[in-house]
C-alpha cells in the first residue's frame, strides 16, 4: 500500500514507508530537544491573565535572537502567550475565559497526553499503563510505541502531522524559526530551474520548488545534492 504519511512510496510493511517510520523517532526526539529549549515558565492558575505569567527567577529566554538574561522575583519578566500555551500543564482542553472562549492552543503536554490516551485505547497497543503526565514521560511513551502505530493506528499521519506542529510552535516560540523562507541557492531542483528551491522552516518539508510545486523530504532533498555533487565533481 501507499505510505498513509507522505502518500507516495510503498509501504513496505504496515501502512508507513521506512523512510517516514524512521523519521518517527526523529520528529520526537527533536520535539524533546525543543520543548527543553523554552525552559520552564511558571504556569498561571486558571482564570489568570496568561500574559502576565512570569520566568522563575535566574536565567530566562530573552526575545528572539537575543542571549539569555537575568529575572528576579521583583522585576518579572513577561513571556509570550504561546510560550505559556505551550509549557503549561497537560489538560483536557485550551484554557478558555468566562465566557468559554478558546484563548490561545493546547500545550505539548496536553497534546501527548490525548495521544497517549487514544493510542491506550487501541486493543491492540502494547502497555496498559498511563505514563506520567510530563512532556519527557510521554514522548518516551510513544516513542516506544512508533512502530506499533505505524504498523496499525488508523491516524498515526494525523498524529504525524499534529507532532510536526507542535514541533514548529515549539521552534518558533524560541526564536529558532525564521520568518521568511530560506531560499537554497545554487540547487537546481528536478525540472532544472535554479533559483526556484527554497526551505519553508513551518512546513514538514525540507524543500519546496516554486517553479513545478515538487515537494521534498530530508532523505530525498540530501540524495539529491549528493548526485549533483558527484555530477560537479565528474565534471
Not at 502518500?7 to 520543548?35: F, I, K, M, N, S
Not at 505551550?86 to 482542553?93: F, S, V, Y
Not at 526551505?199 to 515537494?215: F, I, K, P, Q, V
Request: aromatic fraction near 4%.
Amino acid at each position: 500500500m501507499i505510505c498513509v504519511i507522505d502518500q507516495r512510496r510503498q509501504a513496505e510493511r504496515g501502512q508507513v514507508c521506512q523512510p517516514c517510520r524512521a523519521g518517527l523517532a526523529r520528529t520526537l526526539r527533536e520535539l524533546g530537544e525543543a520543548y527543553a529549549a523554552l525552559g520552564t515558565p511558571e504556569v498561571p492558575e486558571p482564570g489568570a491573565d496568561p500574559v502576565s505569567a512570569v520566568l522563575p527567577a535566574g536565567h530566562t529566554r530573552a526575545a528572539a535572537g537575543a542571549a539569555p538574561v537575568s529575572g528576579s522575583r521583583e522585576a518579572p519578566v513577561p513571556v509570550s502567550v504561546d510560550l505559556v500555551d505551550l509549557t503549561a500543564h497537560a489538560r483536557a482542553g485550551a484554557v478558555r475565559d468566562a465566557r468559554h472562549d478558546q484563548i490561545g492552543g493546547l500545550s505539548v503536554a496536553s497534546v501527548l497526553d490525548q495521544w497517549v490516551r487514544d493510542w491506550r485505547s487501541h486493543p491492540t497497543c502494547p502497555g496498559e499503563h498511563l505514563p506520567a503526565a510530563t512532556v519527557p514521560a510521554l514522548l518516551r511513551w510513544l516513542a516506544d510505541r512508533a512502530d506499533w502505530a505505524a504498523d496499525v493506528h488508523p491516524a498515526v499521519d494525523e498524529w504525524v502531522g499534529e507532532m510536526r506542529a507542535l514541533l514548529q510552535r515549539c521552534r518558533r516560540a524560541a526564536g529558532d524559526i525564521p520568518d521568511r523562507p530560506e531560499l537554497l541557492d545554487g540547487v537546481p531542483c528536478s525540472c532544472d530551474v535554479v533559483g526556484a528551491l527554497y526551505r519553508d522552516h513551518a512546513s514538514r518539508w525540507t524543500a519546496e520548488c516554486a517553479a513545478c510545486g515538487r515537494l521534498w523530504d530530508d532523505d530525498e532533498y540530501q540524495r539529491w545534492v549528493k548526485m549533483l555533487a558527484a555530477g560537479v565533481e565528474a565534471a
